[in-house]
């Protein structure tokens, strides 16, 4: 399995500039995704991030995609009106919605994508998208099974502490030497509480990918916003047993500079662990 990150960033994107670079660590918003086999592509949600990807994959001449949503939040959707594929004629696309608790009944990520890109927020409406587009729900703690040829992906969800709802995702599928786990859960805000859900899907994963948004000190001031620091990111993965961890949605506010010094200390504290943690990177690809 290959997992990219096409998109780093928390809340809003954040173009890199002498006075404040961001090109090392990444500016667009999140989207990810994960290839396996001779075609299988899954997207996890659809951020600035998906735009260079989607011109990467029309390039390649693929027609098939299938998108995965954590949840609504805009960083999360706004980069689909720009997502070249879905204005081409031949592509089809499989748009999965999280059935986040609480929700009044419909398809939330359904309503989002068509409201964005209704009069006056943006020209062009959904309805002008020429690619064969379907939406259907994932329920909490469904599992989904996505093949490629004879290689098959298994897909778990659990919910993330997060205002509205958040899903985190668990992959596991094929890779290096035998089946690999990935654990994809952005848009937390722990306790770390080891009867959580969560852990429980990242239980002996090979990978734990987490929102590690804020300092320590932001934090504190910012308790119920959803969002996590990489020290907890380090305690979840520790607890979960998790044998590497990345972190990643970027607060805007943070520089290259700062996130060096954010993630050096976290490679020590992950040292004293025995436990590989590092900052992902747009454009990065990980090999399970």
């Known amino acids: 399995m290959k ?13 890199s500039n002498p006075n404040a670079p961001t090109h090392e660590y990444g500016g667009d918003t999140t989207c990810v995704s994960l290839e396996w086999g001779e075609d299988g592509l899954l997207i996890v949600d659809a951020g600035t991030g998906l735009r260079r990807a989607g011109f990467h994959w029309l390039r390649s001449g693929r027609k098939k995609f299938t998108l995965l ?16 594929p879905g204005y081409v004629e031949g592509v089809t696309m499989e748009i999965l919605s999280p059935r986040l608790p609480n929700r009044p009944p419909g398809n939330l990520i359904q309503k989002a994508l068509f409201a964005q890109q209704e009069e006056p927020y943006f020209p062009a409406g959904f309805p002008e998208l020429k690619a064969r587009i379907t939406f ?20 778990q969800s659990a919910l993330t502490r997060h205002p509205g709802g958040c899903f985190a995702y668990r992959f596991d599928g094929p890779g290096r030497g035998g089946e690999r786990s990935l654990v994809f859960a952005t848009d937390n805000e722990p306790p770390i509480d080891p009867s959580s859900p969560l852990i429980k899907l990242t239980q002996n994963a090979d990978f734990l990918i987490c929102d590690g948004q804020y300092t320590d000190e932001e934090h504190e001031k910012r308790r119920g ?34 996130l060096e010094k954010m993630e050096d200390e976290l490679i020590a504290m992950g040292g004293k662990q025995g436990l590989q943690a590092a900052f992902a990177r747009q454009n990065q690809t990980v090999e399970l």
Do not use: Y
């Open 3 to 15: 997992f990219t990150f096409w998109g780093t960033r928390g809340s809003i994107p954040t173009p």
């Open 136 to 155: 259907r729900e994932v329920q909490p703690g469904e599992e989904m099974k996505f093949a490629s040829g004879n290689e098959i992906v298994r897909v």
């Open 69 to 84: 949503f954590t949840h609504a939040h805009w960083d999360h959707l706004q980069g689909f009106p720009f997502f070249a």
């Open 225 to 258: 916003w959803g969002h996590g620091t990489p020290s907890l990111c380090l305690q979840e993965a520790v607890v979960a047993k998790a044998r590497r961890l990345l972190v990643t949605h970027f607060d805007p506010g943070h520089t290259d500079v700062q």
